[in-house]
């Protein structure tokens, strides 16, 4: 990829990162501070902050990719993300915050008054910080490969590196300000492409999203294949192919299916909710779908961290529906670059590799 | 080790008043019979407050997938072109979430100040 642009723009909002999060050195003096900001975060820019730090890149290169290729049943992640928001809004924010207590465990065993209790939510803390790292740091190396052709771990280690010094550096006030950024450089940055991407779209003459034989090529693409796999063309003969070896479609081919990569064709089945594709689709599977997404945002130690921050209850709650907002206004784009995608970037159906859609 | 770990400060409820809430507060302080009944009252307010716009997502939100198993012309549907599960997943349900929100958000807040009124009235 050759975009003079990508190196610049990555290095400048590096920079901007550090710069914002080292203006948040000055403010690290007490504990209060460093863990807490000193309870002196307005609603607004806690809201953004919390925004910033959830609508990672799961949330929007993720959810891109699931929607190219599954369709509408992965809807329900956006949705179930918000909804955990609002649960979030209900039972959570106005007594956590007026608790009193630092942290989470902290919070535990003021409570329920066991210390035990206290060790044990700090290792779940611990663990559900390390899972949430693993995809980050995909995601980071990932864009990094994709969008510069950069190696994957340089990706990794220069978002690790960077956060690292920040957080050390400037605690909560730091990070607050700077995440707080990062989520309208994050909306920015994503909406700004999609409006001109659906202004080409109309342009095009609005190509058919679900044309009914299936996901068609829109320019002439030629596939390097990596795997041996067997292919199954428009027109249901199956071809089997080896490393090494090149395919040629012209604009108008049909995107064949691919053995080793699991992903909705029909466009019956892409459209409509409880198509008959996978193993275990199904009711139940969309409501533990369901019940896993909002749950999980219910509890992510993180974020609950965050209403600490704020200067009392009341704030923590209006912190929390500014949050709902500024989440579901984000959710609206990544579902526009996966139905988009499924047009534009069909051939990523074959490798399965749908997050780099976006 | 000579420090002591930060104090935590437990708050009932802050800056629902301007006014002066020194003797609200004391009121609280003083962990009277009373107190403690009207205190649990508003937190039993704000759970079933919260419990009642839960069901109305529940219903609302979580009954959309039975929809769609049970009524399958409802999933074809198409409104301006784009399929019924489409718009209202993608699209009407973070507005929908949204409004649940700031009614919560408003209505607690009401029920707080319900509850410092009644706790000043014996001032008067």
Redo the contacts between chains.
């Keep these: 990829m050759g975009n003079p642009y990508v190196v610049p723009a990555i290095v400048a909002v590096t920079l901007i990162t550090v710069a914002i999060g080292s203006y948040g050195l000055k403010l690290a003096r007490t504990t209060s501070d460093f863990l807490v900001a000193s309870r002196v975060v307005s609603p607004t820019w806690n809201a953004a902050a919390i925004g910033g730090e959830y609508l990672s890149a799961a949330s929007f290169l993720g959810v891109a990719g699931l929607i190219l290729k599954y369709g509408v049943e992965m809807l329900w992640y956006p949705v179930g993300f918000a909804a955990g928001y609002l649960a979030l809004l209900l039972f959570v924010a106005a007594p956590l915050r007026r608790s009193g207590a630092f942290t989470l465990p902290d919070f535990c065993e003021v409570r329920l008054g066991s210390r035990r209790l206290r060790k044990l939510a700090t290792a779940f803390v611990v663990f559900i910080g390390w899972l949430y790292l693993v995809p980050q740091l995909q995601g980071a190396g990932l864009t990094l490969s994709t969008v510069a052709g950069q190696p994957y771990a340089l990706g990794a280690l220069l978002v690790g590196g960077v956060v690292t010094a920040n957080v050390a550096l400037g605690g909560m006030r730091a990070i607050t300000f700077v995440q707080a950024f990062q989520y309208w450089l994050k909306l920015t940055a994503l909406a700004v492409p999609a409006i001109f991407l659906i202004l080409h779209w109309q342009a095009d003459g609005r190509p058919e999203i679900t044309p009914p034989q299936g996901p068609v090529f829109r320019a002439a693409t030629t596939v390097v294949v990596e795997r041996p796999a067997t292919l199954t063309l428009g027109d249901g003969s199956q071809v089997t192919v080896e490393r090494d070896d090149r395919l040629s479609f012209v604009a108008g081919d049909p995107v064949p299916k691919v053995s080793t990569v699991d992903a909705t064709f029909g466009a019956a089945d892409w459209l409509l909710p409880g198509g008959d594709h996978g193993a275990d689709r199904g009711l139940f599977a969309t409501y533990s779908l369901i019940l896993a997404t909002f749950l999980g945002t219910m509890g992510l130690p993180h974020v609950l961290v965050r209403f600490y921050t704020n200067p009392d209850g009341n704030a923590a709650r209006r912190t929390t529906l500014v949050v709902l907002c500024l989440v579901g206004l984000f959710y609206l784009l990544p579902t526009l670059y996966g139905a988009l995608g499924r047009v534009y970037t069909p051939q990523l159906l074959m490798t399965g590799r749908t997050d780099a859609v976006v | 080790m000579t420090t002591s770990p930060?104090r935590?400060?437990?708050?009932?409820?802050?800056?629902?008043t301007r006014h002066d809430t020194d003797h609200t507060r004391a009121e609280l302080a003083e962990q009277t019979q009373v107190g403690e009944a009207l205190v649990r009252g508003l937190v039993r307010a704000?759970l079933a407050l919260?419990l009642r716009?839960?069901l109305v997502?529940a219903i609302g939100?979580?009954g959309l997938?039975?929809l769609?198993?049970v009524a399958?012309q409802v999933?074809?549907a198409e409104l301006f072109g784009v399929?019924l599960?489409?718009l209202l997943?993608?699209?009407a349900?973070?507005?929908f979430?949204?409004g649940?929100?700031?009614a919560?958000?408003r209505l607690?807040?009401r029920n707080?100040q319900d509850f410092v009124a009644v706790v000043r009235r014996p001032e008067r």
């Design positions: 930060p935590r400060t437990r708050i009932v409820l802050a800056d629902v704000q919260a716009l839960a997502v939100l979580g997938p039975l769609f198993a399958p999933s074809g399929g599960p489409w997943l993608g699209l349900a973070f507005p979430l949204a649940v929100g700031w919560y958000a607690a807040e707080e």
